[in-house]
């Protein structure tokens, strides 16, 4: 109920800034397809990297831990074979096999999150590079303040959610835009 609330406040807030902002509005550069390959070729780029190198801490800190869980579920599997009454063995080393490798993947992500975030703050943005610098700059203080802020988060987000994301997120771009040229093409003849 608490994170309800907590969410709900999260909204009001959200719907309540055109309130407090300065009204303007953003022009968004033109762009196509191959634009936005090459605005996400950084992003992505700083994904693959980030990636690696959460691979290689986290595992350098968790996997001697994962390891252990996973001999311990392996011999309480063993002993069942043996023993048809340890069961509850087998379901507690696999519950507390889970359990780790779910705040490892939780860590991993906060982690992921953090960092993307930083990358962003000290200068990789998306949304930026697609509007207009002078409609951007014509913006009251506040207003264009809170969209450099959520220009943070979106991005931090983005390079937070890994490669994959961003290859998805540039896939669906470009089989959408080639879908609506094939429909234009198409209406034409």
């Not at 407090?20 to 090459?38: E, H, I, N, Q």
């Not at 930083?118 to 009251?140: E, I, M, P």
């Not at 450099?148 to 669906?172: M, N, R």
Request: charged residues 20%.
């Amino acid at each position: 109920m608490k994170l309800k609330i907590i969410h709900l406040l999260l909204v009001a807030l959200a719907l309540s800034l055109p309130l407090w902002l300065t009204p303007g509005s953003l022009t968004v550069k033109p762009f196509g397809p191959g634009d936005v390959s090459r605005l996400l070729a950084f992003p992505l780029l700083v994904a693959l990297f980030l990636e690696r190198a959460l691979e290689v801490f986290v595992n350098t800190w968790r996997d001697p831990q994962a390891e252990k869980l996973d001999l311990e579920v392996k011999d309480a599997q063993a002993k069942l074979a043996a023993d048809s009454t340890a069961t509850s063995a087998v379901k507690a080393a696999t519950q507390a096999q889970i359990d780790y490798h779910s705040d490892t993947r939780r860590i991993a992500l906060w982690t992921a999150l953090v960092v993307g975030l930083v990358v962003s703050a000290v200068g990789v943005r998306t949304l930026q590079a697609l509007v207009d610098s002078a409609s951007l700059q014509s913006l009251g203080k506040y207003q264009r303040d809170a969209f450099l802020l959520l220009d943070v988060f979106l991005t931090g987000g983005l390079i937070a959610g890994g490669s994959e994301g961003i290859h998805k997120l540039t896939q669906v771009y470009s089989d959408f835009m080639d879908s609506t040229s094939q429909k234009v093409k198409s209406q034409n003849s």
